[in-house]
Nanobody, 126 residues
Framework: QVRLVESGGGSVQAGGSLRLSCAAS????????MAWYRQAPGQEREGVAL????????YYADSVKGRFTISRGDAHNSISLQINNLAPEDTAVYYC???????????????????RGQGTQVTVSS
């Protein structure tokens, strides 16, 4: 059974930084596409960043470009999300998702991914 587990969330003040991690277990081969999504209170879940694992090529939502960096983790089938200059509007549950294709770099709906994590809470206070 494949599991995605997110970690690294927490409460921070505006202007601070966080590094989220996602690790997949139970899948021997490479998960070619891993992504981060977030869902703020009362809002729909949105894709923020996507990574094509074999090449490290990343794609970002316009709303997070310049502050968010997605990268491969040290472990097999793992990724990180570095978030800098956090703002209260970044408060959300952050989810990891994985699939075998990256759909040409387009952030699909979260439920379109084969594997999905349970999320980690990020709370930013002003």
């Amino acid at each position: 059974q494949v599991r995605l587990v997110e970690s690294g969330g927490g409460s921070v003040q505006a202007g601070g930084s966080l590094r989220l991690s996602c690790a997949a277990s139970g899948y021997r081969d490479t998960l070619y596409c891993m992504a981060w999504y977030r869902q703020a209170p009362g809002q729909e879940r949105e894709g923020v960043a996507l990574l094509y694992i074999p090449t490290g090529v990343a794609y970002y939502a316009d709303s997070v470009k310049g502050r968010f960096t997605i990268s491969r983790g040290d472990a097999h089938n793992s990724i990180s999300l570095q978030i800098n200059n956090l703002a209260p509007e970044d408060t959300a549950v952050y989810y990891c998702a994985a699939s075998l294709d990256c759909n040409g770099g387009v952030l699909r709906p979260f439920n379109a991914y084969t594997y999905r994590g349970q999320g980690t809470q990020v709370t930013v206070s002003s």
